[in-house]
């Protein structure tokens, strides 16, 4: 099936996702300050620069959107069926560092909470 937009209004949409700040992150972000907890964002210093840092537990909490990162059995995680070969190719590259990214922060100490789906 073709795209109904445009290449450059495809452009336009895709430049406007957001990759920080997302209503799901700071839906988690509200709760875990409810709860007591006191984070930090975006630390540089990490891999991966986790989205919450959770400083004082050695705990990092990655928001990841279900399409993006390819979780299994959801439907939000479904691949495009139009330039399939780009598409897996960049949603495997991003599983693929994300398992990366879990395992040097297993080993510098740090303990991941898991992906939250989006």
């Given at each position: 099936m073709p795209d109904k937009f445009t290449t450059q209004e495809r452009s336009r949409i895709m430049s406007r996702v957001k990759n920080r700040d997302t209503a799901p992150e700071k839906?988690?972000?509200?709760?875990?300050?409810?709860?007591?907890?006191?984070?930090?964002?975006?630390?540089?210093?990490?891999?991966?620069k986790p989205d919450i840092v959770l400083p004082k537990h050695k705990k990092v909490i990655f928001v990841h959107g279900c399409f993006w990162h390819g979780h299994a059995g959801c439907s939000r995680g479904a691949r495009p069926t139009s330039n399939s070969d780009f598409w897996n190719q960049k949603i495997e590259k991003n599983i693929n560092r994300d398992k990366n990214v879990q395992a040097q922060l297993c080993e510098s100490g740090w303990q991941s909470l898991g992906s939250i789906k989006e």
């Open positions: 839906l988690v972000r509200q709760l875990l300050h409810k709860m007591g907890y006191r984070f930090r964002l975006q630390r540089k210093d990490l891999p991966g």
